[in-house]
C-alpha cells in the first residue's frame, strides 16, 4: 500500500462549478497536510498548509482532514478555468520529509 | 523577495556525465530539500540539508549528493546519469530552527533531459 492514495484523473467539471479533491494515506505519523497546485512544467505553489485535523478555508479554497479516516479533502468553490493545473496532496510528520500523491489533474471547461 | 529560485532552468547531458543544479532559497529559509518529479508523478523526496549537513535522505543511491552553503544556497549533483535520471528536480526551503514547522516553498524546478 503507497503511503498517500491520489486519484490521477483526469477530473473535468463545468465552470462555476465546486471541485472536490481527495487523499487517503496511511502512516498515522504525518501530522502537517497541503495541498500545492501545479501548472504544467512549472514548479508545485503551496495552496493550503493545515496542521492535524479540521477545516481551514482561504477564498475560494477549503481543506479538510480527517485523522481519524486518514482523509484529506480540498474544495474549489466558483471554479475557474485558471483553475486548470494538477493538484498535489502532501503530507509530513516531524522529520519534515514531505510525501507527495500522484496529483489530479483539473480541467475547468468554459 | 525572490522566492525559491533554481538554476540552470532547462539541462540536456548525455549518459554517464556528471550534473550540478542549483538552489537559492526564500529569504529567512535555512533548510533546503530536494525532490525528483518524474513525467506524470508527485515528487519524491531526495535528501534535506539544515546547518550544512544532510539531515536526511530518501531513497535514492548515491549518485546522488549535495551540499549546503554556509549563505543556505545548495547544490545537487548526480554522477553516471541514466536515461532514468530524466526528471524536473524540484529544491524547497522552509525554516527548520525552531519547535514550529514553517511550509516549503518550491522553486520553479530544473528539467534534465539525459539522452
Known amino acids: 500500500q503507497k503511503e498517500v492514495e491520489q486519484d490521477p484523473g483526469p477530473l473535468s467539471v463545468p465552470e462555476g462549478a465546486i471541485v472536490s479533491l481527495n487523499c487517503t494515506y496511511s502512516?498515522?505519523?504525518?501530522?502537517?497536510f497541503m495541498w500545492y497546485r501545479q501548472y504544467s512544467r512549472k514548479g508545485p505553489e503551496l495552496l493550503m498548509y493545515t496542521y492535524s485535523s479540521g477545516n481551514k478555508e482561504d477564498g475560494r479554497f477549503t481543506a479538510q482532514v480527517d485523522k481519524s479516516s486518514k482523509y484529506i479533502s480540498l474544495f474549489i468553490r466558483d471554479s475557474q478555468p485558471s483553475d486548470s493545473a494538477t493538484y498535489l496532496c502532501a503530507m509530513s510528520g516531524e522529520d519534515d520529509k514531505i510525501i507527495f500523491g500522484k496529483g489530479t489533474r483539473l480541467h475547468i471547461l468554459p | 523577495d525572490a522566492g525559491v529560485t533554481q538554476s540552470p532552468t532547462h539541462l540536456i547531458k548525455t549518459r554517464g556525465q556528471q550534473v550540478t543544479l542549483r538552489c537559492s532559497p526564500k529569504?529567512?529559509?535555512?533548510?533546503v530539500s530536494w525532490y525528483q518529479q518524474a513525467l506524470g508523478q508527485g515528487p519524491q523526496f531526495i535528501f534535506q540539508?539544515?546547518?550544512?549537513?544532510e539531515r536526511q535522505r530518501g531513497n535514492f543511491p548515491d549518485r546522488f549528493s549535495g551540499h549546503q552553503f554556509p549563505n543556505y544556497s545548495s547544490e545537487l549533483n548526480v554522477n553516471a546519469l541514466l536515461l532514468g535520471d530524466s526528471a524536473l528536480y524540484l529544491c524547497a526551503s522552509s525554516w527548520g530552527g525552531g519547535a514550529e514547522k514553517t511550509e516549503a516553498f518550491f522553486g520553479q524546478g530544473t528539467r534534465l533531459t539525459v539522452v
Open positions: 502512516n498515522s505519523a504525518f501530522q502537517y
Open positions: 540539508y539544515y546547518e550544512e549537513e
Open positions: 529569504s529567512g529559509h535555512d533548510t
